[in-house]
């Protein structure tokens, strides 16, 4: 989804949610049965709500966020330069 949502296809994103089984969107475990917050679950609580409103602009700045705090982690912020995401095309 993140990647379907930085190349600016937000219907294939939006399709991938909707095909994501019920207990993925719950934060289910499916292989235990048990509710557990994950990584997983919550990346998508995070960009579901605004991909499926259509809100590039809030998209942008979350792919943002985590591009940034992946780059600090790794340490490589002294050589990294930020770009916009093809999404971010036609945004003021």
Do not use: K
């Amino acid at each position: 989804m993140p990647v379907d949502i930085a190349l600016r296809d937000l219907d294939a994103a939006r399709r991938v949610w909707h095909r994501l089984p019920q207990s993925y969107r719950d934060g289910l475990n499916p292989a235990d049965g048990s509710c557990f917050r994950t990584r997983w679950s919550e990346m998508h609580d995070t960009i579901v709500e605004p991909l499926l409103a259509d809100d590039r602009a809030a998209l942008a700045r979350i792919l943002h966020g985590w591009e940034a705090d992946n780059i600090r982690r790794a340490g490589y912020e002294p050589y990294w330069d930020p770009t916009p995401f093809p999404l971010e095309a036609g945004l003021g």
